[in-house]
């Protein structure tokens, strides 16, 4: 596709259910990012990916979140047990390299009732 | 530690006026500094960053070390200029952005 495409657009979870967020990234590109966007906030990081290695992870809030990069191309974020404290929208981001200009998704919204 | 500061969350002007949107940093290193937009319903972009010393779409953002800022200005704002305004800082390690909690700018006719 012409840019990173991200799926669902919108997503309401119970409390307590699993979600997973789905990134694909621009073909080629060897870096994903995830950040995840409070309502008023500007986006924070959540993990790192180049390729399939998760390089950095230290964003991600609990050991309820999860995210993989399989085969180095589609990544998918996963959150368990939901709480209404991760209701955000969830931006994937990918780029040629780290340093290179990072290409946004248009985001999940994610919304825990 | 990085830290990206916005201090105006809404910034209002009239067509034709200067605009000037406020964003200072701390790093201890040499970060890259960006500026990104969200216009409405529009996945966040790219709209400048400090190495290329570019102007687009009329907006120019120059690096202040000595200030720790990067503030993005325009001399005649456009009502099409009205979006939402990030500021990033990327410092050496992996390529994480740290944003700023961004300005919400809006251009009245």
């Known amino acids: 596709g012409a840019g990173v495409s991200q799926s669902p657009r919108y997503k309401v979870a119970k409390r307590g259910q699993d979600v997973a967020l789905r990134c694909d990234p621009i073909s080629g590109h060897v870096s994903l990012f995830w950040y995840q966007q409070a309502l008023g906030q500007g986006p924070e990081f959540l993990t790192y990916?180049?390729?399939?290695?998760?390089?950095?992870k230290s964003g991600l809030p609990s050991d309820r979140f999860f995210a993989e990069r399989p085969e180095g191309s589609v990544s998918t974020l996963k959150i368990q047990r939901t709480q209404k404290e991760d209701s955000a929208v969830y931006l994937c981001a990918s780029s040629l390299g780290k340093n290179a200009e990072a290409f946004f998704g248009q985001g999940t919204r994610l919304t825990v009732v | 530690a990085q830290r990206v500061t916005q201090p105006e969350k809404l910034l209002s002007v009239f067509k034709g006026a200067p605009v000037e949107l406020k964003c200072n940093y701390s790093?201890?290193?040499?970060?890259?500094l960006f500026w990104y937009v969200q216009y409405s319903r529009q996945r966040l972009q790219l709209l400048l960053r400090?190495?290329s010393r570019e102007s687009i779409k009329g907006f120019t953002a120059d690096l202040n070390k000595g200030e720790t800022s990067f503030h993005l200005k325009k001399p005649f704002a456009q009502e099409e200029d009205s979006a939402m305004y990030y500021c990033a800082l990327r410092g050496s390690t992996l390529g994480r952005l740290y944003f700023g909690r961004g300005t919400q700018l809006t251009v009245w006719p």
């Open positions: 990916f180049q390729n399939e290695a998760q390089l950095d």
């Open positions: 790093y201890s290193g040499s970060p890259e």
């Open positions: 400090h190495i």
